[in-house]
């Protein structure tokens, strides 16, 4: 083998820097140009049934982040040992070992928010943007990438149903993670703010309306169009 082969064999491509911009996408994506609330509606269950306060939907975040970030680190690390017939199952018992986790910190340490949100953080065993990331992404993709993904995915669903649980508590109950901000409002107005709150949004249907206008508003800015 002469020498200019075998320098060219020792050369190797540069490594991707951590944040490279094709790396950037997996977070800065599912904030906007494709959320998987606003764009690929999934895991709207959730964000119905939990945003009537701000303090849950926040718990709920933060579980939906560190589920869907450690489940697809798991399985981008597994991913060779998986075998394809088998792969669901294996995901299944993946994410609800992290769930089973989540539930029994949450009974340990926030009882009081374990009873509000029991049923719900078993649900996130069901959630399609969880199930999604893993057999869409983390499947074919490595470790690094992959927690980039759970990342933005779960912030994505975070910052969702964050401001529809604003809107459902400031307009239902008249507070924001328990602050009575009507009533400060028409103590520091000696009455002339006497603002009433709106029974319609800690109903179901208040959640449906402020996802709607989300949505809406959303694919508005970025011009998403169903296709």
């Known amino acids: 083998m002469s020498t200019e082969t075998l320098e060219q064999a020792i050369v190797k491509e540069p490594a991707e820097p951590l944040l490279s911009k ?6 800065t994506d599912p904030l906007n140009d494709d959320n998987p609330i606003t764009i690929q509606v999934l895991g709207i ?4 049934a939990v945003t009537v306060k701000m303090e849950p939907t926040l718990v709920m975040s933060i579980a ?6 450690f489940s697809n680190l798991i399985i981008s690390l ?3 040992i998986i075998p394809g017939r088998v792969r669901i199952i294996v995901q299944l018992a993946i994410v609800a070992t992290l769930v089973t986790l989540v539930s029994e910190v949450l009974k340990a340490y926030l009882f009081d928010m ?9 649900l996130i065993i069901t959630n399609c943007i969880v199930m999604g990331r893993l ?23 975070a910052w969702i149903i964050l401001t529809v649980a604003f809107f459902r508590e400031l307009f239902g109950s008249g507070t924001v993670f328990d602050v009575p901000v009507y009533a400060t409002l028409s ?14 949004m800690v109903d179901s249907i208040g959640a449906f309306m ?18």
């Open 45 to 48: 269950c959730s964000a119905l």
């Open 210 to 227: 402020v996802l709607g206008i989300l949505i809406w508003v959303q694919r508005t800015q970025n011009g998403y169009v169903e296709h």
């Open 64 to 69: 939906v982040l560190f589920v869907i970030v």
């Open 78 to 80: 597994m991913r060779d």
């Open 114 to 122: 374990y009873k509000v949100l029991g049923a719900f953080v078993g």
């Open 135 to 157: 057999e869409a992404f983390a499947m074919a993709n490595k470790a690094y990438d992959s927690v980039l993904d759970g990342l933005g995915s779960g912030f994505g669903y």
């Open 187 to 200: 103590e520091w107005t000696g009455g002339l703010v006497n603002i009433q709150t709106n029974g319609l």
């Open 22 to 27: 094709r790396r950037k996408k997996f977070i």
